[in-house]
């Protein structure tokens, strides 16, 4: 039997560096290169985003983990500021790192990291954001997204019943029953704690 293909090694240390932190990342989303169009123009993710950051509060139980890391985890966060998944979930991520002295965030790119970016495809589809998830030896160890577990499964009903639309109408529901983000918070806190674990 041949031996399968084997996806090329991605030195994940130059595409953590190649990202953008938050602040930079935000003021490209406004550049006026990128809001070209009348409908782009208007819409501002970047305050969006960042009411979404400051509304959040966390937990005392997970700013105490976050702050008791013991090594660093870096974070490279596949996003666009035009998706609203983006735009919900991004802020999460960002709030957690506000807490954390070992926790790293930068911004990329689909098109910037073509070849990293397939290869977290959902279900074949190129849904954002997708969070990479990486120990302090900058070793893959987990990976969020585009939404929570429980969405991403009433997606897959969804489309297996052929009713999208009603499967969305649900999970606006979840979104909207869990404003502190508590769903998103939990599951990106399970994969912090993997990436920082000192042993099995």
Known sequence: MPRPPILPT???????????????????????ENRQNPEAASYRPAADMETIRNGLTLDPHVIGLLRALPRAVHVIAIAEDWCGDVVRHVPVLQKLAD?????????VSREQWPDVFTRFLTNGGEAIPKFVFLSDK????????????????LIARGKACGDVPAARKKISGLYEADQNKRMVVAELIHLIDIASSTAP
């Open 10 to 32: 991605i030195n994940w240390k130059v595409v953590f560096d190649s990202g953008k932190s938050y602040p930079d990342w935000l003021l490209d989303g406004e550049s006026p």
């Open 99 to 107: 807490a954390s002295s070992n926790l790293h965030v930068r911004y």
């Open 138 to 153: 900058f070793v893959e160890c987990g990976n969020w997204g585009p939404m929570p577990d429980a969405c991403r499964e």
